[in-house]
């Protein structure tokens, strides 16, 4: 009977990994070898595909312009979160909890409905095709899932630590930047991460907003699949790139997985 | 119901333990009676949870062998050794009605149903639970839950054992007292062999006929309540036991008789002398210095008025101890002299209790 | 709990963030309302039309297809993801490496751009190229999702099997760890069986993260977009074109303003009053 249930989860672990290989399997070929036979690993071994990204600035520069907004938007969404948060956890005002449900519920928009007014609002504020432009808009989701993680956080830490600091003569923003922030680090690091990913995936609203300069990588490798010359080994090595943040993130926070999603909201 | 044998059990958490600091028991031999009810009362980390886990078979010891009325056990499934166990906080099925859940067992060893409507019945008279029966268990407070965890060890009538983990620590401090009672009670009236292991000395003193008191891993002492507060075996009983402690004073044997403070203390009977560098002490409750003219002096630091009694906190020779003065008597601040009563004053080497020298 | 106090300060530190959101939400949505009672003929030039295009889109065979499939997609989703994420989580280690391991290598998915996911799938289902689809060509079945609709639905259901049950799988597992050794204990002493110890101890006490888990699965199925956009773009034909995708043809595509308004809200209150649904429920449990 033990034996079954050690077989679930490897099972589940060879399945996830199956079209990941399959993926860097097809980076190291050449369209030849792929269009040509059907191989387990590759027959004839080749960096081209990688060459080419790391050298020709239409593929590279999509890597760099997808980190830069994911950065900007990850930021601007965390730094505008936390004093938010502490507001809903230490205070009691006017219309909080449903200005707090009416944050959460953006969360759950569909994308696709705000697709085309983001494109013309974009547009007439000049912003179209700018960092900036995708790190906003990505503000939509990701900072009432930071603020509802904070919140969550900073609910964990006692009044006393507040009022303490007020009698030691603390500032409001001294104390906050050099006694509260501290004392929620793991909250800051679980929000930073969740706003990272969420703005790291999504495609639709990127590539919306996006035509030429701040084009990301997942922009770029649309648009090769869909023109002619089917160039898989190129669109997989490009694929595998994308991967390495997201496996270095997990690699990082390994210890956090399981215990952050405990703490605070969850 | 059995009577219970614990032999030269010895456990480690660590797979291979070397030191004795890795052991988290050291050597326990024990025999709990058919019917008894025991206390196992000690500080947290004495070993008491990892004793109780090892004799309801959670938990396998490194060494040493368990036996349920002979026959050994001690490498036997929790659910073949036929015991009850109820834990710190309530552990009941919250989406079952009160009802189910006391009939969870007995429906699992296939009982008739009406035998277990009956023994449903019994039970939830006993423990005051019948109003409640078809409520969902979810919905009762935590001592009620706490009931449904007793009632569902009480439910079954083939129990050897039956085991409380700390019971009453997440219970309202105004409802511990009732509920200690009921548990007497219901020992009474159920007879079932019952460990009740728990760190406050009145739920062990008032619970139990005999305490065995653990401390770092061993069990220091094994008695009534009554010897434990009179006749301490070790340092820890007296210090432990009793509130205040007992006073432990390092002092000096002369003759088979202790000396403090250049007075020799008076016992029922001469101890066989000791010349060893091992720590000597002198054990006297607070109750039993009487303030006595004739005695030595010692300096009032602080009186504790605590209404039907004081605790005078006082000082000899840089050591503080506690008198205990009843109601009523006059206790000079200056020049207090008190003597010890010989009968209940003990001598203690590296903390354990030196008997006195038979009679000749 | 914290003790709060009023204080109608507290505004200015929210303020950033309704600014930000607002921006995001209010603006467009203003957009969308407007242009969803409105006709336009080019040139920004605009007719008030009512409630036209709503009526022309709830009762367009277009819409109700979409919606169908979507409904048929999200419950298929959440049948399977949610009992395979919880027996997952049932059988994975509890500490130790074999735990890390695990949940690292079952995050990985969730880190994956959506286009790269949808690429890698496309790349792995090709009918001689990739590993599955020559893996199943060559047992006998014919199988090509780039032409026959089974074969599109099939490969798209994996894919998100694929992409999210590692969600559910975390949650559960947090969920399962949060549970006390004690009540298995004293399941133990019940000698109660491995089934009852799951439908009387693990099932309830994962209610809250498996109400958490329904809700984000149930909402982020039924606003699909990215992923079978790159691997089917919607195809063979319309056998896969699901909400999202019809709306973003009619928004960007086609450009027809009103109907894609008049949908976009129409779909926004579907999910909306859903949310709302799923929250109200959530809410109550935590009460009890």
Excluded at chain 1, 87 to 98: P, Q
Excluded at chain 1, 128 to 143: E, G, K, P, Q, R
Excluded at chain 1, 238 to 257: K, Q
Excluded at chain 3, 213 to 233: K, N
Aim: charged share 15%; glycine share 6%.
């Amino acid at each position: 009977m033990k034996r079954i249930t050690w077989l679930v989860p490897t099972l589940y672990i060879i399945f996830l990994m199956l079209p990941i290989y399959w993926l860097i399997n097809m980076s190291f070929k050449t369209t030849n070898e792929i269009l040509g036979t059907f191989s387990l690993w590759p027959h004839n071994f080749t960096l081209d595909n990688y060459i080419k990204i790391f050298t020709d600035r239409t593929w590279y520069q999509g890597y760099i312009n997808s980190i830069c907004y994911v950065v900007l938007n990850t930021l601007i969404s965390v730094t505008a979160a936390l004093p938010a948060a502490y507001a809903f956890s230490r205070y009691k005002f006017l219309g909080d909890k449903h200005l707090f449900f009416w944050l959460l519920t953006n969360r759950m928009a569909p994308p696709a409905v705000f697709a085309l007014p983001f494109f013309q609002l974009y547009s007439a504020s000049g912003l179209f095709d700018t960092y900036l432009a995708v790190a906003l808009a990505h503000c939509l989701f990701n900072i009432p899932l930071a603020v509802w993680i904070l919140e969550g956080f900073m609910s964990g830490v006692p009044r006393e630590l507040d009022e303490t600091a007020y009698v030691d003569g603390y500032s409001f923003w001294r104390f906050f930047i050099k006694i509260f922030l501290p004392s929620i680090a793991a909250g800051i690091g679980v929000a930073a991460f969740f706003c990272f990913m969420f703005s790291w995936v999504e495609l639709l609203l990127a590539k919306t907003l996006t035509s030429v300069e701040a084009k990301p990588i997942a922009a770029t490798m649309t648009r090769t699949a869909s023109t002619a010359g089917y160039e898989l080994g190129l669109l997989s090595a490009a694929g595998t790139l994308t991967i390495i943040p997201g496996a270095f993130v997990i690699y990082f926070v390994r210890n956090y997985i399981a215990k952050g999603f405990a703490l605070g909201r969850v | 119901m059995a009577k219970v044998r614990l032999q030269q059990i010895r456990h480690s958490y660590n797979a291979d333990a070397g030191e004795k600091t890795e052991y988290a028991l050291q050597r326990i031999n024990q025999v709990w009676e058919d019917g008894g009810a025991y206390a196992l009362l000690g500080p947290s980390g004495c070993g008491k949870t990892t004793l109780l886990n090892i004799v309801s078979g959670l938990l396998h010891p490194t060494e040493g062998k368990v036996f349920f009325d002979n026959l050994d056990m001690t490498l036997t499934t929790p659910d073949q050794r036929n015991i009850a166990q109820i834990f710190q906080f309530p552990v009941v099925y919250d989406t079952m009605t009160v009802r189910d859940n006391l009939a969870f067992p007995l429906r699992n060893r296939k009982m008739e149903p009406f035998e277990i409507e009956e023994r449903v019945k019994t039970v939830a008279e006993m423990l005051d639970l019948t109003a409640l029966l078809d409520k969902r268990a979810s919905g009762l407070t935590a001592d009620g839950k706490q009931k449904i965890s007793l009632g569902r060890g009480l439910v079954r009538s083939d129990v050897n054992i039956m085991m409380f983990d700390e019971p009453l620590t997440v219970i309202d401090p105004h409802l511990k007292w009732q509920l200690r009672s009921e548990l007497k009670q219901l020992h009474r009236r159920v007879g079932f062999t019952m460990v009740y292991v728990t760190h406050d000395q009145t739920e062990a003193l008032t619970f139990a006929d005999k305490v065995a008191v653990m401390f770092e891993g061993e069990v220091v002492q094994f008695g009534t309540p009554e010897e434990l507060f009179l006749r301490p075996n070790h340092t820890f009983v007296g210090h432990f036991i009793g509130s205040p402690g007992m006073n432990l004073l390092p002092c000096e044997l002369d003759g088979g008789f202790p000396v403090f403070a250049g007075n020799r203390i008076k016992l029922a009977a001469p101890i066989t002398q000791i010349n060893t560098n091992k720590k000597i002490e002198l054990g006297v409750r607070p109750e039993f210095i009487k303030i006595d003219e004739n005695g030595f002096s010692i300096k009032v630091n602080r009186i504790d008025d605590v209404g039907r009694y004081r605790i005078v906190k006082a000082e000899c020779l840089g050591q503080n101890f506690n008198v205990y003065v009843p109601e009523g008597l006059e206790i000079p601040t200056e020049n207090l002299r008190v003597s010890f009563d010989p009968q209940h004053t003990h001598v203690y080497c590296d903390g354990w209790l030196q008997n006195e020298k038979e009679p000749a | 709990m914290i003790e709060r106090i009023h204080n109608q300060k507290a505004w200015f530190m929210v303020l950033p963030v309704i600014l930000l959101v607002a921006f995001n939400a209010v603006i467009p949505l203003m957009t969308v309302v407007n242009y969803s009672v409105q006709e336009t003929f080019g040139n920004n030039v605009f007719f008030w039309e009512g409630l036209k295009w709503y009526e022309q889109v709830l009762h367009s065979e277009r819409f109700h297809a979409s919606m169908t499939r979507q409904i048929i997609f999200t419950s298929i989703i959440l049948l399977i993801e949610i009992p395979l994420g919880i027996a997952i989580a049932l059988t994975m280690p509890r500490k130790g490496l074999g735990a890390t391991l695990c949940l690292v290598l079952m995050s990985l998915p969730l880190l994956i751009p959506w286009n790269v996911v949808g690429a890698m799938w496309n790349i792995f289902a090709l009918p001689e190229i990739g590993f599955l689809g020559h893996v199943v060509n060559s047992m006998g079945i014919d199988y090509n999702f780039t032409q026959q609709p089974i074969s599109a639905w099939v490969t798209i259901i994996a894919m998100d099997v694929w992409h999210w049950t590692s969600l559910v799988v975390l949650l559960s597992y947090a969920g399962l760890s949060a549970i006390p050794e004690a009540f298995y204990h004293a399941a133990q002493i019940d000698t109660a069986t491995k089934w009852q110890i799951f439908r009387y101890i693990q099932l309830p006490k994962m209610k809250h993260v498996l109400t958490i888990a329904i809700l984000l699965r149930f909402m982020d199925s039924f606003m699909i977009y990215t992923e079978p956009f790159v691997l089917t773009g919607g195809g063979p034909g319309n056998s896969t074109t699901f909400l999202s995708i019809d709306l973003v043809k009619i928004a960007l595509g086609q450009f027809d303003l009103g109907p894609a308004a008049a949908m976009s809200l129409i779909y926004f209150l579907i999910v909306l009053l859903l949310c709302w649904v799923f929250y109200t429920l959530m809410m109550r449990n935590e009460a009890r």
